[in-house]
Nanobody, 121 residues
Framework: QVQLVESGGGSVQAGGSLRLSCAASGITYCMAWFRQAPGKEREGVAGIRGDGRTTYADSVKGRFTVSRDNAKNILYLQMNNLKPEDTAMYYC??????????????????WGQGTQVTVSS
């Protein structure tokens, strides 16, 4: 069983930055960030395999960076140049299989409780 705990959300103005963290207990290989805004479907944001290979949604490429500290089993999401449309609940997720696609979300076995990110214009 893997437990995931997110932190680092908050409220910022457009153009600002935030860094999210996700502390994992247990064995993980693929770790990823998802987000869900009110009234919208959950969408994949970024994923990273245990070997460091990353995947990003087109909407965040060039603005967000996913990374992980394997020794500490922590996942990060550095978010720069935030936009109001980035406002959502952000979730950390993981599984132990090789592929680290960020869609569909149902392939992920473990989920955190989420951390809210609000970007004002």
């Amino acid at each position: 069983q893997v437990q995931l705990v997110e932190s680092g959300g908050g409220s910022v103005q457009a153009g600002g930055s935030l860094r999210l963290s996700c502390a994992a207990s247990g064995i993980t290989y693929c770790m990823a960030w998802f987000r869900q805004a009110p009234g919208k479907e959950r969408e994949g944001v970024a994923g990273i395999r245990g070997d460091g290979r990353t995947t990003y949604a087109d909407s965040v490429k060039g603005r967000f960076t996913v990374s992980r500290d394997n020794a500490k089993n922590i996942l990060y999401l550095q978010m720069n140049n935030l936009k109001p449309e980035d406002t959502a609940m952000y979730y950390c997720a993981s599984h132990v299989r090789f592929s680290c696609d960020i869609e569909p979300s149902r392939i992920y076995d473990y989920w955190g409780q989420g951390t809210q990110v609000t970007v004002s214009s």
